[in-house]
């Protein structure tokens, strides 16, 4: 298929990028995530990259900041608790690899106007997923023995496509199929969730490495780099501004600005 290509590197505004990110990285650590959804409607919508491209640098620097954000856990949830759970861990990668895999292949396949309709339905699934789960207490395991793996499997595998299309960790989904489905403590499904996005991002990094569109990542490495390190600052802002904004204010209003990106992404 052929897709648009981006403009030139030097035509994006660098401190624009800056902010993004700064802002971006602040909404993510204030509700534990990424921030990979909120990037993905600016990247589109103010920087103007197309669809596919998009994805792929949301996926680089949500990357980067999964292969960061483990190590830094380290001191609240150990290694070791994460390596006493590679039970549930493997079971949600069996289904989340082969699903990243497909759900590049998917994309690099799909035209661009009909990859942003797939995009915005699933901002709108994902701000439902935010409001609805991402506080759920830990408990007893919603389901036990093979139906537990059955599920697990398939709902690997659903993260596993919807991180590939959209460029994300999948930390939304992940933590609540940790909390409902596995009774995880949310702290621990955190840094599981880690875990698993991990390779299951790379996988899906792998497959979009084989389309020509790939190529945007050299083509705005100032882009990327001065993006990322405004989310860095951000994620340290977020993580001072923890304790004053209330979650049932904050997620909400988070939810209706992915709703409101779905509608423009629609509509791009």
Do not use: C
């Amino acid at each position: 298929m052929t897709h648009e290509t981006t403009a030139a590197p030097q035509s994006r505004n660098l401190p624009m990028a800056f902010g993004g990110g700064a802002i971006i990285g602040a909404l993510g650590a204030l509700i534990g995530l990424g921030g990979a959804e909120f990037r993905l409607p600016l990247l589109i919508g103010l920087f103007n990259f197309p669809a596919l491209e998009a994805v792929i640098l949301n996926k680089a620097m949500s990357l980067v900041v999964v292969a960061t954000a483990l190590p830094f856990r380290a001191g609240t949830v150990p290694f070791a608790a994460i390596a006493e759970n590679w039970p549930i861990a493997a079971n949600l990668l069996a289904g989340s690899l082969l699903g990243a895999w497909l759900g590049a292949g998917w994309a690099v396949r799909l035209k661009s106007e009909t990859l942003h309709k797939v995009i915005a339905a699933l901002l709108v699934a994902v701000a439902v997923v935010l409001v609805l789960g991402h506080d759920a207490g830990a408990g007893r395991p919603l389901l036990t023995g093979s139906s537990q793996l059955v599920a697990g499997v398939i709902a690997g595998f659903v993260i596993g496509v919807v991180a590939s299309l959209l460029g994300v960790a999948g930390g939304e989904l992940l933590i609540p199929t940790l909390v409902l489905l596995f009774g995880a403590d949310i702290k621990l499904a955190g840094s599981l969730s880690l875990a698993v996005s991990l390779p299951t991002m790379l996988v899906g990094f792998t497959r979009y490495s084989r389309d020509r569109s790939f190529s945007v990542l050299g083509r705005n490495k100032a882009f990327l780099l001065v993006m990322a390190a405004g989310s860095i600052v951000g994620t340290f802002i977020g993580g001072l501004l923890l304790g004053i904004v209330p979650s049932a204010f904050l997620l909400p209003a988070l939810a209706a600005i992915l709703l409101v990106s779905a509608v423009k992404i629609w509509r791009h």
